[in-house]
């Protein structure tokens, strides 16, 4: 399935073959647009060259900083966001073989356990986690069992709470909706 995140084709394209980019689009999704955090795969594949996990953690961490600030920037705090991308990345590499879609393919693994190791990941709590795993059943295809369980509530079917519903231009304003809403609640509590 493509996705439509971005607004920008080749970038959605890339989020939707390389579910490396998905997962750092994902690390990226924190103080900025959902557009600028799933926007940011793209720019380090054409600022790098290549893209690939071993690629990402091996590179110089100050010349990695300097990657991630090139105007336009992958994010707006790019030392921190190299430092947690490279982080995420060595972590794929010494643990799932550099492959980002083991972590929900390798074993068969259920929705719980694909859950357990998105949150062991470095930069993922169990918030993220839950949107990650709600996007990979949405729009990627998961079918392990209790998806929509261990995602919740970010897998209930016909929700517009994150990215994991954003499939077109009216469901990205259905998700911005409810979190101006939510965020107007939690001020008001």
């Not at 959902?34 to 091996?58: C, H, N, Q, V, Y």
């Amino acid at each position: 399935m493509t996705m439509h995140i971005t607004g920008d084709a080749e970038a959605d394209a890339l989020l939707s073959e390389n579910p490396l980019a998905l997962l750092l689009g994902m690390l990226l999704d924190q103080q900025v647009t959902m557009e600028t955090a799933f926007s940011g795969p793209a720019k380090l594949r054409d600022r790098l060259g290549r893209f690939d996990a071993e690629t990402i953690a091996a590179y110089d961490p100050d010349a990695f900083v300097e990657v991630c600030r090139i105007p336009p920037a992958v994010h707006r705090f790019p030392g921190s966001m190299a430092a947690r991308l490279q982080a995420l990345c060595s972590a794929l590499n010494e643990d799932w073989g550099g492959e980002a879609s083991a972590l929900w393919i390798r074993g068969e693994p259920d929705g719980a356990e694909v859950l357990r190791r998105l949150t062991a990941l470095p930069g993922f709590g169990e918030q993220k986690a839950k949107i990650f795993l709600a996007l990979l059943g949405k729009q990627q295809g998961l079918t392990a069992p209790g998806w929509r369980e261990a995602s919740s509530p970010y897998g209930e079917q016909g929700s517009f709470r994150s990215v994991a519903d954003i499939v077109d231009a009216e469901s990205l304003a259905r998700v911005r909706e409810h979190k101006k809403a939510a965020k107007a609640a939690a001020k008001k509590a």
